[in-house]
């Protein structure tokens, strides 16, 4: 299997199941938003991944931000091509695809 493709998560976050079958698809904007939330020492097999977005109420060192975002992406093998942030409203923007 390739890159971003994968068992896919429900809103929910459980596994989602289809006639009794785990769904498999394009989990590259799960993952992303997985690295992103998690917080380092939640993946059991990569400890030092995780961006912990959740840190980021508060701050204002955007380009500190990006950076990590960036960093914590290429350990999963995705090139980010442009980050959008701003942290007055929260929004975030990422383009990034697999290698």
């Given at each position: 299997m390739?890159?971003?493709i994968?068992?896919?998560?429900g809103q929910d976050g459980d596994v989602m199941i289809r006639n009794g079958?785990?769904?498999?698809?394009?989990?590259?904007?799960q993952n992303q938003y997985m690295i992103l939330v998690a917080q380092k020492n939640e993946f059991k097999e990569y400890p030092t991944l995780?961006?912990?977005v959740s840190d980021m109420l508060g701050?204002?060192?955007v380009l500190e931000w990006k950076k990590r975002i960036r960093?914590?992406?290429?350990k999963d093998d995705l090139k980010v091509n442009k980050t959008d942030l701003?942290?007055?409203t929260g929004e975030l923007e990422i383009d990034a695809k697999y290698n």
């Amino acid at each position: 299997m390739s890159k971003g493709i994968g068992i896919l998560l429900g809103q929910d976050g459980d596994v989602m199941i289809r006639n009794g079958s785990m769904v498999v698809g394009d989990s590259s904007l799960q993952n992303q938003y997985m690295i992103l939330v998690a917080q380092k020492n939640e993946f059991k097999e990569y400890p030092t991944l995780g961006v912990g977005v959740s840190d980021m109420l508060g701050d204002d060192d955007v380009l500190e931000w990006k950076k990590r975002i960036r960093e914590e992406f290429k350990k999963d093998d995705l090139k980010v091509n442009k980050t959008d942030l701003d942290l007055q409203t929260g929004e975030l923007e990422i383009d990034a695809k697999y290698n």
